[in-house]
Each structure stands twice: as structure tokens, then as C-alpha cells.
């Protein structure tokens, strides 16, 4: 648990509340208030408020929401300005913001006090709060919503970093909340261009400087928050046994970022750009599930200690990650996939190392697609359990569904099946035992090394030695210059390669 972690969460929590079909039901200007303090009471949140009734509806003021971080001996506190719900004698409920609204997140720990002022703002903003007490549709809209950092305080001095802003534009979207022992939070924002900047400079007076500058031409974003009441977020174990999860996605179109960093005199700069992509999230007690993709993505850099200007593209690139969270007595499953497609690097660093052009420069890839079963004797969200010397749990099979390695004219496949006897950890030097095979294909390694040889990076003998390993581990396979090998690990303790004893 860390303070980013709070602060980020009831920043996030702040901005769905501010930013939910009408339901033909009444709900009032104190129903919706009300709702906004409980909902931030069962993310462990002290609220603090002064209420005024008009005859329009209800005005809060002085705002505060402080929680404390027990791991850190940090408290933190966020204040932010007056809001206003109207009822709109139709059942429904506007709630109004100032144009520009400064949110202060203040702390104070061993490490001292200090705060920092975001400015939130926003032009053309609406907001409509339809159903009833316990099923609240929010429907909003606005021209634009950004935060900005409006200062920093640290001891009771101001401190100038620079500055750092974000910027949502066409933004609409809507938050249903349903109430009952398990709060849940379903939510879509839709979003057109997204710009951020960055200007940070060193506050101690150095010439350290960092600069960023990016944006997304659109982004879209779907959530799925269930809330069990009474939830301790310091103990995530048991809140997810109470109904804790969370559920969301989003996807952005083409993007670009740009970055220039110095220290001590040295500059590092940066940029890339991509046709878009996107990451998703999933978490319950079941389990874990995180995944992000990008496609057509350029990057360079140059400066500081990279020693010539390097270009690199992807055509395709991709990461999956499926985990089991909570212990168990029975297996469970696990997966996890990696993408970098159609790689290709610029013909100046392919020039460094071979100049004559003799390797072929077709894009390269790598692909990896790997699953099975684990068993968790701890809890991996309780930070003492993993923390301790123990096994926190074991590999109990594996499946190797893809392999894929293509570059420089060589490609290798695989594919293979495991069990592992978590018994025994003898028979392999305190590895559990593997049970099962992997078949491997090989296709224009000895057309690489004729290549190494000829452009002088590779010896003769050196070459010679590989092509007899490969004759060992390997059979000739269906093609021209292909190799393939079944490696089998057997119930005995045994390692074959194509039946031949290696172990």
C-alpha cells in the first residue's frame, strides 16, 4: 500500500462522481449528496462538509476527505471547492461545479507535511441525476475537462517544479450506481482528442529538466466497480472475499508522445507514435486478468549515453496476463501471452553490424502463448505473505500452446505439454520434476551461420561445434535447411531428445 495508491483512487473516484438512461423515478439533491458520502465512506474516507438548503437545493462547501495510510504513518487529506445540486422539479437532480475548481492534497507524515493543487476545470459542462435512491443514473457532457498542477507546498514553502497538464475534449458518458450490500459502479466515457504536457525542472536548483508531450485523437472507456459495504481497502485479501472487483477497459486511436529529458548536461529525447491500442483489467477473487495491445507503433531516441540514434517500429505488439489472487487446496489456471510483430529496425543500426547487407532484414517476430495450472498456499494480495520466506505456492502443469522466434531468415516454432511432480526435487536439482515433451522446428540456421561466417562474425570451429550440437539435440526436418526435435522428459527421471538419452 502506498499514498499514490489513495490518492489515485479517490481522485478517480471524485471524477466519476463528477463526470451515469434516465430512469423515470425521483431522486433529490440530498439522496445524491448523501450517496456521494458513502460511496467514499466505504473506500475508507473521513468526509467533512458544510451543507446549506436553499430553494433550489443544497450547496456543499468545504469539502474534505482525509483517510490514513497506517504502512506509510501518512495522512492525507484532499479539499476541493463548493458544489451545488439543483433539483429540477422533475425528478432529477443537476449538479453544478465551478469553471475552474482547485482540488488540495495535502499529507503529513515522518517525511513532513506538504500538499499539491490540481486545478479542475471544465467548459460547457452538464450533469443530470435521474432514478432513484438506490439506482442513480449519471448522464454528462462537456466541452472540455482537464486537471492542471496549480502548486506545490512542502514545509510550508512553496515549490516550483513547473508544470503539468491534462486535457479531454467532446467528452460525454454516463455512471449508473446501484446500491445494496455490494455497491456496483458501471460506467462508459467517450472521449475525443486527449492532450497532456509536462515541464518539470529540478527543485533543488539543477539544470535537470524533463519534458513531455502527447495526446490521442480519441478514447474510449468502459468500468465495473462492485463495492461490498463497510470494505477495509488496507486489507484487499478480505475485501475481496466480501465481493470486492473491478472490471475495466479502454481504447484509444492514433497517439503520439514526445519526451526530452537533461541531467548534469546530458539530454535524452524521445518520440513515438501508433495507430492506437488499448489495456483492460479484471480483478475479483477469482482472479487476475490484464491485458494491453498497440498496433503500427514508431519509436526513436537519441542522447545521454545511447551511443548512435536508434529507430525502431512494430507492426503489432501485445501482452496477456491470467493469475490466480486468492489460496486454495485445488490448482488453478494461469496463462500468459506476449506479441512483438513484424519488428524492424532502421538500416543505420543494421549498417553497424552488417554493413555489406548480407543478413535479410525482414521484420521479426516474437510470440509467445504459454498456460496452465498453479496452487497458491498464500493470498497474493496480502503484502506479509508474499513478503515471507515461504513458497508461496506451485507450477502444477504447463502448456506451451505457441513459440514463435522469426528473424534473420530463421524461424523457430514449438509447442509442448508439462506436468510437474512438486515431490520430487531430486531428480533435477531442486526443480519439481517435469513430466511430458516439447516438439521444437528449426528452419535456415545453417544458412545463418553460413552468412556469420562469410561476414567474419562468426569462427569457422565455433560454427562447427553448433552444427554438431544441433546433429545431437536434432533430426533433419521437412524442408530445405530445417531441423526439428521432440525433447521428452520422462516419468523416470529421464530427458530424451527424438528417443535418444540425454539424462
Known sequence: MNTSRYVGGVVAATVISMTGPAAFAEVTSQQVWDDWKT??????YDMQSTESANSSGLTVSDISMGIQIP????????????????????GTVSVEIPAVMPIVISGEGDGGEGSATINYTTTGFNMTVSGDANDMTYTYSAASVGMALAGIVAEGTPVDIGTAALEMTRVSGSTNMKIGNIRTSTQQVISGPVTYNVDIKDPEGSNGRFVLNGGTESLNMQALVAV?????????VAALAAGFAVEGAYDFGPSNVSFNFTDRGDTVQGKSQSDGGGLSLAMDEGGLAYAGSTSNMAMEFAGGDIPFPISLAMGEGGFELLMPVSAGDEAQDFSLGLLLGDFTMSDFIWGIFDPSGQ???DPATVALDVSGLVTLFANVMDPAAMESSDVPGEVNAVTVNELVVSAVGVE????????????????????????????????????????????????EEQAMGARMMMGMFAVPGDGEDSLKSQIEFTEEGYVLANGQRLK
Open 228 to 236: 461490498p459495504g463497510g470494505m477495509d481497502m488496507t486489507d484487499m
Open 412 to 459: 523457430l516454432t514449438g509447442q509442448g505439454d508439462f506436468e510437474f511432480d512438486n515431490s520430487d526435487l531430486t531428480s533435477f536439482d531442486g526443480i519439481p520434476k517435469p513430466v511430458g515433451a516439447i516438439d521444437l522446428a528449426l528452419v535456415g540456421a545453417n544458412g545463418l551461420m553460413d552468412k556469420l561466417i562469410a561476414m567474419g562474425l562468426l569462427p
Open 71 to 90: 504502512e506509510e504513518d501518512v495522512t492525507v487529506t484532499i479539499s476541493m471547492g463548493d458544489l451545488n445540486f439543483v433539483d429540477n422539479g422533475d
Open 39 to 44: 460511496y467514499m465512506s466505504d473506500f475508507g
Open 359 to 361: 543478413l535479410p532484414r
